[in-house]
């Protein structure tokens, strides 16, 4: 995808120092592209032009994963060997999450419920992401930080996932026997929270 190979470029070129960027400043912009990304969900804000924003979010969050590289204090003859097994472990990561959390979605769309959910997890993911940014870019701490130590340590990783299992399975079989089920969007728009065209 286009923000895995911007990542890429970044990760090599912030892991093995030829630019370097304040890690302050990257922290705080990869924040308001989560935001941004999440508004995105709400209403349509790239149309048709996805990938390039995927593309330039990639370029900076490669910065991000750089700065994590750099804190592991490598000596120059191992960061191309740790850059590559980095950059490989993010795609593994990134597939995993793709294989646990897509069937839920899946089944999830297709019920009344998924519309207010996708609503309030996105606007609860803006917020979030825009305390952090006020924090990253001003260096103060308004408790997101703790939030995220604690999210972050494994297992408790799986337990929205576990979670939203469980929510979209009872979800998907309501809806089924009550015969309520929606019909999936189609392929070619944007965002199922796209606004529809008024009637005549």
């Known amino acids: 995808t286009m923000f895995t190979i911007a990542h890429s470029i970044t990760l090599a070129l912030g892991?093995?120092?030829?630019?370097?960027?304040?890690?302050?400043?990257?922290?705080?912009?990869?924040?308001?592209?989560?935001?941004?990304?999440?508004?995105?969900?709400?209403?349509?804000?790239?149309?048709?032009?996805?990938?390039?924003?995927?593309?330039?979010?990639?370029?900076?969050?490669?910065?991000?994963?750089?700065?994590?590289?750099?804190?592991?204090?490598?000596?120059q003859s191992r960061r191309l060997v740790s850059l590559l097994g980095f950059n490989i472990g993010i795609e593994i990561g990134q597939a995993v999450i793709i294989v646990l959390v897509f069937p839920a979605l899946y089944l999830a769309r297709r019920t009344k419920g998924y519309l207010p959910a996708m609503y309030g997890g996105s606007l609860l993911l803006i917020l979030i992401a825009s305390v952090w940014a006020i924090e990253r870019a001003f260096s103060v701490d308004l408790g997101t930080e703790w939030i995220m130590d604690r999210a972050s340590v494994w297992p408790r990783q799986l337990i929205p996932v576990a979670i939203a299992y469980v929510l979209a399975t009872v979800a998907y079989r309501n809806g089924r026997n009550n015969g309520e089920l929606l019909p999936l969007p189609e392929a070619a728009d944007s965002s199922i929270l796209a606004p529809q065209p008024a009637e005549a």
């Not at 705080?28 to 995927?54: D, G, M, Q, Y």
């Open 15 to 75: 892991g093995l120092e030829i630019i370097v960027l304040p890690p302050r400043i990257v922290e705080a912009v990869i924040a308001i592209s989560i935001a941004l990304a999440a508004l995105h969900n709400i209403r349509p804000v790239f149309v048709n032009k996805e990938w390039l924003i995927a593309f330039s979010f990639g370029l900076i969050h490669g910065f991000g994963f750089a700065g994590l590289l750099s804190d592991l204090g490598l000596t």
